[in-house]
């Protein structure tokens, strides 16, 4: 049975790009177990249109990380996110036209600190635009601070600790995209799942290579 909806949408291409993703790092035969746990069996073999009409329901895209660690467990759940979300972001994220001027020569010869002073806000201003998820990038010092006062990855999901891998990952491989190759800490501080205020994604500075 399909999760009850919220109200609140992706569009389709980005859900698309998630199950994409998803088939990718688990095959397919674990991508169609994933889709049944979630209730969204209508999607087996009928991904969602590759456009960016907003109709895939937040409760959707949060059954299929609920699935996830319903099947592998916790910290089987949590990798398979992250290796997701990295693949969203490389599969198609990096081509919307808020990060073209991203990939520039002007913007590769930028110093490192001004890429990502450019390139976060950058990445949370596409998921405000073209998605009902709200992203905003606070620069704390010798951090920054991304934060998701609406969430489509824990919708109406009560748990005991942050959950929200798929975004995590996400912005791993979109700061790697950005900096030039660099890899960066990134926290999963606060979740709305465990009762959080809002989502709040830690991004260190200082690369770690």
């Not at 049975?1 to 609140?8: A, D």
């Not at 199950?19 to 969602?48: D, H, R």
């Amino acid at each position: 049975m399909p999760p009850e909806k919220s109200g609140f949408y992706y569009p389709n291409k980005f859900a698309h790009i998630t199950i994409e993703a998803l088939e990718e790092v688990m095959g397919k035969n674990g991508l169609n177990a994933i889709l049944n746990l979630a209730g969204l069996s209508e999607l087996i073999n009928n991904y969602p249109p590759d456009n960016l009409e907003k109709q895939f329901d937040f409760a959707y895209f949060t059954a299929l990380c609920v699935a996830l660690e319903d099947m592998y467990g916790p910290r089987g759940g949590r990798g398979l996110a992250l290796r997701a979300g990295r693949a969203t972001f490389a599969d198609a994220l990096r081509g919307f036209g808020a990060l073209a001027g991203v990939g520039d020569l002007a913007f590769k010869v930028l110093p490192l600190a001004a890429k990502l002073k450019i390139g976060l806000p950058a990445m949370a201003n596409i998921f405000t635009q073209f998605s009902d998820q709200i992203s905003n990038v606070h620069d704390e010092g010798d951090n920054y601070t991304y934060t998701l006062e609406r969430c489509p990855m824990c919708w109406n999901r009560k748990a005991d600790r942050p959950v929200c891998y798929v975004g995590q990952g996400l912005l791993q491989e979109g700061l790697r995209w950005v900096s030039g190759g660099h890899e960066f800490k990134v926290d999963l501080a606060t979740c709305i799942a465990k009762g959080d205020d809002m989502g709040r994604f830690i991004v260190y500075k200082d690369p770690l290579d």
